[in-house]
């Protein structure tokens, strides 16, 4: 089993009509995530604290329909965060929030994840907001002394990080000293202003860069290099693309056996095709299993 940690939200999207309209779609980036996980077949299961309003008993019923495990899942009376995302001409996404006293950054340390549970990720606004962002970091450092692959994901939301300085010091001490797996965008590594050797020293065994229309890189401790190509797809828009990769990527890794060879051609290859079809379609929609395959 995979488990996801972090925020599950709201998006509210611009409506194509009437103008100014706007549309509430589920949303976060580890939300996003563990419902991508889902839909390509994967066992998952949400860790969070989400709240019992009207939002939050939908953000559930979506991860319930992808086949999503709920366990986890902290409950609470606190209202759902609201994210508004501005879109680009090109696509690409923006967003301001809403989270003043919301359940998902209410989040506690849970007990130690079940038996079986291999991969943990996390990411987003949950490695910010605190108290849950302590909660989170206590969880990604358990969880990784105990032998799990873990994927990071920091997603940077500016508008959320009060000081710059002390996220970037938290990053790369507190954080990637457990992280197997560092996941990116260039604009992630232009806001944290390091370089890939750095944070390879720091304790991932991999760095994956996502490039946007490029493709996707990924660079391994020991000195390796992959690349792969992204589709060349009509992009409605990019929400939730990064997640997808978050997901493709675990969907292999996670598959793989501990300790042996990974093929990364082949992973970044399988993440490029799952985000572009997430590009697609309005909002945060990633794709099934069976379309990749098709």
């Known amino acids: 089993m995979i488990v996801v940690g972090g ?5 509210l999207v611009p409506a194509a009509r009437p103008p100014g ?4 779609r589920r949303g976060g980036g580890p939300y ?3 419902l991508a996980l889902g839909r390509l077949g994967a066992e998952v299961a949400f860790c969070s604290r989400v709240s019992t309003d009207g939002f939050g008993e939908s953000l559930l019923a979506g991860l319930r329909a992808a086949g999503v495990e709920l366990s986890l899942v902290q409950r609470g009376p606190e209202p759902t ?3 508004v995302p501005s879109l680009a001409p090109d696509g690409s996404a923006s967003y301001g929030f809403y989270v003043e006293g919301t359940a998902d950054r209410l989040f506690t340390l849970p007990p130690a994840l079940p038996d079986g549970v291999r991969a943990l990720a996390l990411g987003t606004c949950s490695l910010v907001l605190e108290p849950g962002a302590s909660a ?3 969880l990604l450092r358990r969880e990784s002394r105990r032998g799990l692959l873990t994927l990071l994901d920091p997603n940077i939301r500016p508008a959320l990080i009060a000081d710059p300085a002390a996220y970037r010091t938290r990053f790369l001490e507190r954080l990637l000293p457990h992280t197997s797996v560092l996941k990116l965008s260039e604009e992630d590594a232009a806001w944290l202003g390091g370089r890939v050797g750095d944070w390879l020293a720091a304790g991932p065994s991999a760095v994956v860069l996502t490039r946007g229309a490029a493709g996707l890189t990924a660079w391994t401790r020991e000195g390796g290099e992959y690349s792969a190509a ?9 929400i939730g693309a990064g997640d997808t990769v978050n997901a493709a990527l675990l969907h292999r890794l996670g598959a793989a ?3 042996g060879p990974v093929d990364w051609p082949e992973v970044l290859a399988h993440a490029a095709h799952a985000a572009a079809l997430t590009c697609t379609r309005a909002g945060a929609e990633p794709p099934y299993a069976a379309e990749l395959s098709g």
């Open 7 to 11: 925020e599950a939200l709201i998006d």
């Open 21 to 24: 309209a706007l549309l509430p």
């Open 32 to 34: 996003n995530t563990a």
């Open 81 to 83: 965060t609201l994210a």
């Open 136 to 138: 989170y970091e206590a």
């Open 230 to 238: 992204a589709r060349p797809v009509t992009v409605v828009d990019t």
């Open 257 to 259: 056996a501990p300790g």
